[in-house]
């Protein structure tokens, strides 16, 4: 990890490297980073989110997804400047310490990223066990599938990076040309005509864009275009990363807006408002509509590829975020140990697949839905810091070496911080959990800043919001 040092008898726009991290042997291809910014987007979460919005608003979940899609946009331009701007760092950690200091970094990076990713990874984790018993039920025991799917992508991505690239690539290869394929048939109705709905067939009207009544439908779908900046704590291992981090992360969005409406649009057309709402597992419903009785399996295929996915890229990404973190001193120093001979934050790998682990074995699906969705609020947290953090690098270095500069400047980050601060203050199912998330996710952000100021304060002394450019 690079240390940038400011001199004290020059302009504050100089800096020089001290220390040059080294370079591993293969560089990760363009696909392969594609693979990890749609890892973390095309989740069994995301498409019962995208069957869910297209029950609940037709043509005006197109409009939501849209505006979702700009959001999201924005969101990647403030991540690959921060990202250029210091390329031997690639953590939200680093950029908010050159920025705002390093109290509000360790807060943005655990209560954005490592509490989201301990409680949501076990949620889609109970997704592959319904999933795997409703295909074959009572042949495998329960919890063991997902198991032992973390053990082995937590064994890849220990070996290396060459691994992990060749996982992830095969998982990304399969799972879009999954929803790909099955999207076409939905559409074309190549592989079965599309039945007559039992109940309310979805309305394709456009009442809810005229009267607004889409905007309410942002909250859902925004889940569908997050995760793109996972790139970024991956920047030392990818191939020319000052022109395809920003192309990679635009068109990785680009990819999931066309794949995502396509879905969405072939589930409006085979299953009722009533399946499409209520189902526990919609897209199940879809494939079988689609495909017969061959359609479960294919839904378990998805599934289960969605689940290895986003564990696979969660596996990569956030223990490097956690490694810079050391690395500058924001948690204990053995998160920065790697293996002399892979290069793999291994003991930060190991600590993520942890925590992980311990919500699956000791809570149930049903005590964590509300606990995802306040953890994934406070992910929001991370995408307002970012735009933040652009916005005063912009002013304070306003001559700093950028090969990548958002355009338009700062509409995007003003646009950004209000979207997310409206879809954390709308980001409930239902007005009787609002409140309860409201807590949770107070009570966490409240935890991790306590946390977070006694290290900063006790351990780094050093003032809260003191930018550290040394």
């Known amino acids: 990890m690079s240390q940038i040092r400011v001199q004290s008898d020059v302009p504050t726009s100089t800096f020089t490297e001290t220390k040059v991290p080294s370079i591993p042997k293969k560089k990760l291809g363009f696909l392969t980073m594609m693979a990890i910014c749609m890892g973390v987007v095309i989740v069994q979460g995301s498409m019962i989110s995208a069957t869910q919005g297209v029950g609940l608003g037709g043509v005006g979940f197109i409009a939501a997804l849209c505006i979702a899609f700009l959001l999201a946009q924005f969101n990647a331009m403030s991540f690959a400047e921060l990202s250029l701007m210091f390329s031997n760092a690639g953590t939200l950690g680093t950029y908010t310490q050159k920025a705002i200091g390093h109290f509000p970094a360790i807060v943005a990076v655990f209560a954005g990223y490592v509490v989201v990713a301990m409680l949501a990874l076990p949620a889609e984790m109970f997704l592959v066990d319904a999933v795997i018993a409703k295909l074959l039920p009572g042949m495998f025991p329960e919890k063991s599938v997902p198991l032992a799917i973390l053990l082995l992508l937590t064994l890849a991505n220990l070996v290396g990076a060459d691994v992990f690239a060749k996982v992830q690539n095969l998982l990304a290869f399969i799972l879009v040309t999954a929803l790909v394929l099955f999207s076409h048939s939905a559409l074309t109705e190549i592989a079965q005509p599309v039945p007559s709905i039992i109940g309310t067939s979805v309305e394709w009207s456009l009442s809810s864009i005229q009267d607004g009544s889409f ?70 419903d879809y494939a079988s509509a689609v495909f017969g009785k061959g359609g479960l399996l294919i839904a378990a295929v998805m599934g289960v590829t969605a689940t290895c996915s986003t564990l696979n890229t969660v596996l990569a990404a956030i223990p490097r975020m956690l490694q810079g973190m050391a690395e500058n001193g924001q948690v204990f120093p053995q998160l920065a140990l790697t293996n002399k001979r892979t290069d793999t934050p291994w003991v930060a790998i190991l600590f993520i697949s942890g925590i992980i682990l311990l919500p699956f074995l000791f809570f149930t699906m049903d005590s964590l839905i509300t606990l995802v969705i306040a953890a994934s609020t406070s992910w929001l947290l991370a995408y307002v810091v970012a735009h933040l953090n652009v916005i005063v690098l912009r002013r304070r270095f306003p001559d700093f070496h950028r090969p990548y500069r958002a355009p338009f400047y700062p509409l995007p980050q003003i646009i950004g911080v209000l979207g997310m601060v409206y ?37 780094m002394k050093r003032s809260l919001f003191e930018a550290d450019l040394d």
């Open 215 to 284: 905007l309410g439908l942002i909250v859902l779908v925004m889940w569908l275009m997050v995760g793109s900046e996972y790139i970024c704590p991956m920047i030392n291992e990818v191939h020319r990363p000052e022109s395809n981090i920003p192309r990679v992360m635009s068109l990785s969005l680009v990819a999931m807006l066309v794949i995502f409406s396509a879905f969405a649009v072939g589930a409006g057309h085979y299953l009722s408002v009533e399946t499409l709402t209520t189902s526990p597992l919609p897209y199940a």
């Open 423 to 459: 879809i954390a203050l709308h980001n409930s199912p239902s007005p009787d959990m609002t409140a309860m998330v409201y807590k949770i996710t107070g009570s966490i952000l409240l935890l991790v800043s306590v946390i977070a100021a006694v290290w900063v304060k006790c351990f």
